[in-house]
């Protein structure tokens, strides 16, 4: 499934997020919180999460032969995933195989991810940047990262964790976490996007602090490719 990611400025989309969902047989939607844990103490986390970048990849392209507007699809990659040595390999295979522009890629990785071996981390990442993939920090301000590690790795955006923007309100501490970040990140010449934006306030109050991307049930629930692809035909 993916979510998209607006523009609050315009309302245009800008993004999406590759977001996997599991069916049962009957229908029934099992919850990621339920499986994403199993399959990382498994192991199928990998093999699952090689399959949604190829998928997504797919996708992309087969979006822009629709002449639908190209955007950006963000990627997650689980801790397992990246620490496998050829994984940098694997997005060089999918890209030639799908033949996808590389710039249309995000991938999110976690601020625990990042920080637990900052060099080779930023290693990883400047090899991911000469295929011209983007890439972004997930969950920040959610882990006890190192700002002079973060200030050395090659990120190009910051994503909001959800957690800050449900109760964000005027003069909370999430308020305050939310305009360091958002500053922090405009220090750094990082662009921003903040996750689970439900309401106008939260919105209004996010594009105050100069956050100008929003992803969330405001502007669009995790939908279907084929139901995006509606979607961005109607809003164009």
């Known amino acids: 499934?993916?979510?998209?990611?607006?523009?609050?400025?315009d309302h245009q989309i800008v993004g999406c997020e590759a977001l996997i969902r599991w069916f049962k047989p009957d229908g029934q939607m099992v919850s990621p919180d339920a499986f994403i844990p199993l399959a990382e103490y498994t192991g199928l986390i990998v093999e699952i999460g090689d399959w949604v970048i190829a998928e997504a990849c797919r996708q992309i392209v087969k979006?822009?032969?629709?002449?639908?507007?190209?955007?950006?699809?963000?990627?997650n990659i689980s801790a397992a995933q990246?620490?496998?040595?050829?994984?940098?390999?694997?997005?060089?295979?999918?890209?030639?195989?799908?033949?996808?522009?590389?710039a249309r890629l995000e991938l999110e990785i976690t601020e625990s991810v990042a920080m637990e071996d900052p060099a080779s981390v930023a290693r990883q990442l400047q090899e991911l940047k000469a295929l011209g993939v983007s890439v972004a920090v997930d969950d920040f301000g959610c882990g006890f990262s190192s700002l002079g590690s973060l200030n050395r790795l090659p990120f190009d955006r910051v994503k909001i964790d959800r957690a800050f923007v449900r109760e964000l309100t005027p003069a909370t501490s999430e308020d305050c976490i939310a305009r360091l970040i958002v500053k922090l990140a405009s220090s750094l010449g990082l662009q921003v996007t903040a996750e689970g934006?439900?309401?106008?306030?939260?919105?209004?109050?996010?594009?105050?602090?100069?956050?100008?991307?929003?992803?969330?049930?405001?502007?669009?629930?995790?939908?279907a490719a084929v139901a995006l692809g509606e979607w961005m035909k109607e809003r164009r």
Do not use: H
């Open 197 to 223: 934006v439900e309401t106008d306030g939260q919105a209004l109050l996010l594009e105050s602090m100069g956050c100008e991307e929003m992803q969330g049930f405001l502007y669009g629930r995790p939908m």
């Open 82 to 102: 990246f620490r496998e040595p050829d994984f940098v390999s694997k997005i060089t295979n999918n890209i030639a195989e799908t033949g996808v522009d590389p």
């Open 63 to 75: 979006w822009e032969c629709e002449g639908l507007p190209p955007i950006r699809v963000g990627i």
């Open 1 to 9: 499934f993916y979510q998209p990611q607006v523009r609050k400025t």
